[in-house]
């Protein structure tokens, strides 16, 4: 069974862009969580995604959104882009049966880095 | 991966020893923990998790202590073998869903 698949796995950004990151869950999963990884901050819950409804939020901006599609895969997408966006993002899925956070698998991360 | 850990304390063990990972989490309300190793250029991997109502689980090789009164989470992971190195962190849940990860411990393995 194929583990959860994050693309692109490295990308470059200028301020003031925008991007997107996609995620693949393990097959069967329905739910799809996004966190960013930082060195000052750690990891931290952005949002989750089951059934292609955002069912779980954290404290980030309205400048990072997301969206599932009908087969589970997941999009995030950062615009208007800062320098403190710097970061790994980790994709993370789940069956969707208890908690959102429990029983997750992470995929390996998109390293972004905003110049 | 690379930017996870740059500045994370740092536990240095002899290879075939116990290494014991601390953890102090925040909120007394939380009710389910998860320990989770990251090594380099990976996503985090659950290694062993333990609810509220419960105060030791162990695993293969592993084990985790929850101690409620001081808001405390131990891992124990005996005779730490190489494969072991790796950034750990602990992992909190509240009862609507909000998780809270530890800043994590690198552990290093001596030969």
């Known amino acids: 069974k194929a583990g959860v698949t994050q693309t692109p796995r490295y990308l470059i950004k200028t301020r003031g862009q925008q991007v997107t990151l996609s995620c693949s869950p393990i097959s069967g999963h329905r739910s799809v969580s996004w966190y960013q990884q930082t060195p000052g901050q750690g990891l931290q819950f952005l949002f989750e995604y089951f059934s292609e409804t955002q069912r779980n939020k954290g404290n980030f901006p309205g400048r990072f959104s997301g969206r599932q599609f009908s087969n589970s895969r997941s999009e995030m997408n950062v615009s208007t882009l800062e320098l403190g966006d710097s970061a790994l993002y980790l994709c993370?899925?789940?069956?969707?049966?208890?908690?959102?956070?429990?029983?997750?698998?992470f995929g390996s991360g998109t390293q972004l880095s905003v110049l | 991966g690379e930017s996870v850990g740059l500045h994370l304390p740092t536990l240095s063990v002899q290879e075939g020893d116990n290494s014991i990972i601390n953890c102090a989490y925040s909120n007394s309300a939380s009710d389910y923990f998860i320990w989770y190793k990251q090594e380099s250029g990976k996503g985090p991997q659950f290694i062993i998790d333990i609810r509220s109502n419960m105060d030791k689980r162990q695993g293969q090789r592993v084990t985790v202590l929850l101690n409620k009164t001081v808001k405390h989470l131990s891992l124990q992971i005996a005779a730490t073998q190489p494969g072991d190195s790796a950034v750990y962190f602990c992992a909190e849940i509240e009862g609507d869903d909000k998780i809270i990860f530890g800043k994590g411990t690198r552990l290093h393995i001596l030969p």
């Open positions: 993370a899925s789940s069956s969707g049966r208890g908690r959102t956070n429990e029983k997750l698998f």
